[in-house]
């Protein structure tokens, strides 16, 4: 089968496009998917340039998250068969390429009108968009939330299941696509976070009172604003970093404020099950609807981690086989 594969950590140029041999049978409780699209998440970037704690052993194939069909199960899999249209958050083998292993509880079933392209835009952003508002965020029907940095595959995620939650939506964008395309996701005001004022026009936004709770994407760059940005008790759940920051304490200590942090990686499976259950119960009711920004062949893959780097594109990339 064709497969991205790394040899080396470094930048984009070392995902190679290879042919290797097909994943061995699925064992008890594995599944092995055929994928139809692969989705691109940061993480990825961050592991093929070597810059993360953990690295996988070389060579590898990169990816966790894909929508296609389920091509053979192993025992015990008893809610799954051959030709089911699922979606996976995990792989054993990696997503970037024409067949994947899974572990059987990281493929899900996938509703009927949503695409394989959707599908694979659904387990990485969406289980962290969750995790971020409601898990560790605790937000609230009725808060004023902002999602710094709303228009990437996390960043919309949180838009919809805000939105549908009954929360006061405000977001960033970089790019004038990106914020219409926040906007359309019923963000109530949508702002340009490279504006030099851009802080004060969302302080401004709120009447001066700030934010009950921050989604934030970036918070290496924006994580000393964010804190003036806080309502009383106000929270911020850190999604994305990319290198150290310096903040002033006493800005949470004046509002009885906090920090946390969270990462998909190391959040126990029995307490992201209830996100997948959010996951299909809004894409069942329309509320959740996975945008597609690019879709791109296997062999383009490089561009498609630049792409993720430099932060251009509104909405999620996938990869096609």
Known sequence: MRAIRVHRFGGPEVLELDDVPDPRPPQPGEVLVRVTAAGVNPVE???????????????????????????????GVADMTRGDRVYTSGSITGTYAELALCPAP????????????????????????????FQRGEARTGETLLVHGA???VGLAAVQFAVAAGLAVHGTAGTADGRRLVRAQGAAQVVDHSAPSHCEQLLALTGGRGYDLIVEMLANVNLGH???????GGRVVVVGSRGPVEIVPRELMRRDADVRGM????????VL????????????????HPVIAQDLPLERAGDAHRAIIEGTHAGKIVLTP
């Open 263 to 270: 990462l998909l990686m190391v959040t126990p499976r029995d």
């Open 273 to 288: 099950t209830a996100a997948y259950v959010a996951i299909d119960a809004g894409l069942t009711a329309g509320s959740l």
């Open 226 to 232: 964010d804190l003036g940005l806080l309502s009383s």
């Open 151 to 153: 228009s990437g595959g």
């Open 45 to 75: 970037t961050y592991l093929r340039s070597g810059q993360y704690a953990a690295l996988p052993p070389l060579p590898y194939t990169p990816g966790g998250d894909a929508g296609g069909v389920v091509a053979a199960v192993g025992e």
């Open 106 to 133: 990281e493929v899900h079933r996938l509703p009927d009108g949503v695409s394989f392209a959707q599908g694979a835009a659904l387990g990485v952003p969406y289980a962290t968009a969750f995790r971020a508002l």
